[in-house]
Nanobody, 123 residues
Framework: QVQLVESGGGLVQAGGSLRLSCAAS????????TGWFRQAPGKEREFVAL????????LYADFVKGRFTISRDNAKNTVNLQMNAVIPEDTAVYFC????????????????WGQGTQVTVSS
């Protein structure tokens, strides 16, 4: 079993930066790829990024375009998403996720979800 708790969301101006964190509990966390989805109002949940359980293989959605960086610290059971050069279209609830597959996930690939944290980008 893996529990995921997000933090770090909030309000940021366009062009600014924000850092999301996901704290995981559960001794099997270090065997899962961990990443992020987001869901804007009226839209489907979409993949943002993930990182392999070893932390050596990151995968990103095309819309990230080098603006976001995912990292993990298995000693601390945390995964972080550094968001730079944010734009209003990044406004969404961001969900931490854990899964076994190493590919750009669809929601059905995810085994565990966090509750989500709101990110709002003002123009």
């Amino acid at each position: 079993q893996v529990q995921l708790v997000e933090s770090g969301g909030g309000l940021v101006q366009a062009g600014g930066s924000l850092r999301l964190s996901c704290a995981a509990s559960g001794r099997i966390f270090n065997t899962y790829a961990t990443g992020w989805f987001r869901q804007a109002p009226g839209k489907e949940r979409e993949f943002v990024a993930l990182i392999s359980w070893r932390g050596d293989v990151p995968l990103y959605a095309d819309f990230v375009k080098g603006r976001f960086t995912i990292s993990r610290d298995n000693a601390k059971n945390t995964v972080n998403l550094q968001m730079n050069a944010v734009i209003p279209e990044d406004t969404a609830v961001y969900f931490c996720a854990a899964g076994r597959l190493l590919r750009r996930w669809v929601p059905t690939d995810v085994d565990y979800w966090g509750q989500g944290t709101q990110v709002t980008v003002s123009s």
